[in-house]
């Protein structure tokens, strides 16, 4: 008997599992694997992990600017605390409203998160000058590293 603990497997993955044909139970009989009404064939199916949970939490959350020089800095929370296992990746990011009035920009995307813990990426927003408003969303974007140091990112 072969057992897997879930918290080692990879988020956003497909696995296959296979009950191979000599498979049998407690009392010694063969499992019907591939459905056709007798004992034996192989049994398989796939299934798909989920992406990892992460919290995003923007400080300050809203701001009021006093332009010309009313710009600021500030983090990004990211929270692992819902994590089986660490992940890492980066923020991408979507800014609506006054976007010439008001920039925005990450100073650092890149983040890794261990279950329990958080990390932070700092943003800025300058104001030229006039005044405006702007909503940003952030969203994670995930990488897993394979051999040879080929990363994927999923969203």
């Known amino acids: 008997m072969v057992g897997v603990k879930i918290d080692t497997l990879d988020y956003f993955t497909e696995y296959r599992v296979t009950i191979t044909d000599d498979a049998m139970s407690v009392d010694s009989v063969r499992l019907d694997g591939d459905e056709d009404g007798e004992p034996g ?5 796939t299934f798909k992990t989920k992406k990892p949970i992460l919290n995003l939490t923007f400080a300050p959350s809203s701001h009021g600017f006093c332009p010309p020089g009313g710009n600021i800095t500030g983090k990004i929370f990211i929270d692992g605390g819902e ?3 660490g992940i890492c990746g980066k923020l991408n990011y979507i800014v609506r409203g ?3 009035v008001l920039e925005f920009s990450l100073l650092r ?5 261990e279950p329990g813990e958080s990390d932070t990426c700092g943003f800025r ?9 702007i909503y940003v969303t952030a969203n994670p974007v995930f990488k897993r590293t394979f051999r040879g140091g080929i ?3 999923f969203v």
């Not at 995307?109 to 998160?113: E, L, M, Q």
């Not at 927003?125 to 408003?133: A, E, L, P, Q, T």
Request: aromatic letters at 10%; hydrophobic letters at 30%; charged letters at 40%.
């Open 41 to 45: 064939g192989e049994f398989e199916s």
């Open 83 to 85: 994590l089986k296992k």
């Open 98 to 100: 006054k976007k010439k």
């Open 109 to 113: 995307s890149d983040f890794r998160v």
């Open 125 to 133: 927003v300058i104001s030229k000058g006039d005044i405006g408003s």
């Open 151 to 153: 990363c994927l990112y």
